[in-house]
């Protein structure tokens, strides 16, 4: 397994969060599909995963010794789909397929075998940690020194599966596994804090068993230094609160929930390219 070479400037990772984020717009605007705001937030996380803490190989997927990320927040599949293509998982040309009737591109991850670099078929929230826990404790048994990264958002935190598979991965110190929660404050149709009353997220998992801290999550050289604690030493599984902003990135989009919704149009792409330094 290897490290990308020349990735390592926090300089250079920020550049590819903001070219990720006009392709992630450009592709909404196109397909008509959207998730647009929850993409946005988290590409930080996945641009300090994929170009720094995971040992992968993109020439070899299924390589049995490499590290796992599962996207559990599988509606932001675009996001996924071309930080993969950038990190050299596919050609970006296969992206013009995405929403296209019976192409691998859906508006969440397929299975693995549909698509390299996918790890599970998520969407269903709550499942993502229970299936990293699962492969977390296989790596264990089979004597594998993989990772597993689960990145979860934190509506999906309302769900009873995270809890049942966080209290068993602290009880099996499970440390070879961290989550990431993408804590962008908002769900599908209201404020986190409204809709189930998540604070102090960090304390819940605490009191859970796990190791946890807190980071800015639009701040790459911290992003970087914590997703390369795991493990971490302390016997304990990982719980990262990565606080965000919906539709990080372009001033019109941020923090306005109407964008998990919402379609841009061709005037509002342009825009945006413009105020990501990426050209209109």
């Not at 390592?8 to 392709?23: F, K």
């Not at 991965?169 to 189930?196: C, H, P, Y």
């Not at 379609?263 to 825009?271: F, G």
Request: net charge negative; aromatic share 6%.
């Amino acid at each position: 397994m290897t490290l990308p070479s020349g990735t390592s400037s926090i300089a250079d990772l920020e550049r590819r969060a903001r070219e990720l984020r006009a392709q992630i717009i450009e592709n909404s605007h196109r397909t008509q599909t959207p998730h647009l705001g929850s993409c946005l937030s988290c590409v930080d996380v996945l641009v300090a995963a994929y170009f720094s803490a995971l040992r992968i190989d993109p020439t070899r997927p299924r390589d049995t010794g490499r590290d796992r990320f599962i996207l559990s927040k599988g509606h932001g599949a675009p996001a996924l789909f071309h930080v993969l293509a950038m990190r050299g998982f596919y050609p970006a040309s296969m992206l013009s397929d995405y929403g296209v009737d019976g192409g691998v591109f859906a508006e969440h991850p397929p299975t693995p075998d549909h698509l390299p670099g996918i790890e599970a078929a998520t969407g269903s929230l709550g499942h993502g940690l229970p299936l990293g826990l699962g492969m977390a404790l296989a790596g264990r048994i089979q004597g594998r020194p993989y990772n597993v990264f689960a990145l979860l958002s934190d509506g999906e935190c309302n769900e009873g599966s995270v809890w049942e598979s966080a209290m068993l991965a602290a009880a099996q110190r499970v440390d070879n596994l961290m989550v990431i929660v993408d804590f962008n404050k908002w769900q599908a149709t209201g404020r986190s804090e409204e809709v189930m009353a998540l604070a102090p997220l960090a304390d819940k998992w605490r009191a859970f068993g796990w190791n946890a801290c807190e980071v800015d999550g639009h701040d790459m050289a911290a992003l970087v230094e914590i997703l390369s604690r795991v493990p971490d030493g302390g016997g304990r599984p990982l719980a990262v609160v990565a606080h965000t902003v919906k539709g990080k990135g372009v001033s019109f989009m941020e923090d306005d929930n109407n964008w998990h919704y919402r379609i841009p149009s061709a005037d509002e792409v342009a825009r945006a390219k413009v105020e990501l330094g990426v050209g209109a």
